[in-house]
């Protein structure tokens, strides 16, 4: 990765895309997407964790990309991933801490591993 990130976690590489770089944002239930009003989804890196991959789907081809606690390359969620063309993370381990609103980088370009890493705050 490049420029001053902090590496916080590996997981599974859905299907290769390089770099993608976005904002992160969790979403723990149904109601974080149905509290969404015309947010602009363009830049987001949605996070969710185990047991919430399904409630993404109203949003899911708005998204940037997805980073997700498990799921695998046969999940639900890859396959959505894959028809929306939506890079995703799956069974990812996160050894740092990711928040809303941080500058996310997805290292998406090896086959098996994808790198997770969070860009240094700009300070004035």
Avoid: Q
Wanted: proline share 2%; aromatic share 4%; with cysteine.
């Amino acid at each position: 990765m490049s420029g001053e990130l902090t590496d916080v976690g590996t997981g599974v590489t859905l299907f290769t895309a390089g770099e993608v770089r976005g904002t992160a944002r969790w979403f723990h239930d149904t109601s974080d997407v149905l509290s969404i009003d015309d947010d602009d989804l363009e830049e987001t890196i949605a996070f969710v964790n185990k047991g919430g991959m399904t409630f993404l789907s109203p949003i899911l081809p708005d998204l940037k990309a997805i980073v997700c606690t498990a799921g695998s390359r046969e999940s639900h969620l890859a396959i959505l991933s894959r028809e929306s063309d939506v890079p995703c993370v799956l069974a990812a381990e996160l050894a740092g801490e990711v928040t809303d609103g941080d500058t996310v980088v997805l290292d998406l370009s090896d086959v098996e591993t994808a790198r997770i890493g969070v860009a240094a705050a700009v300070t004035a």
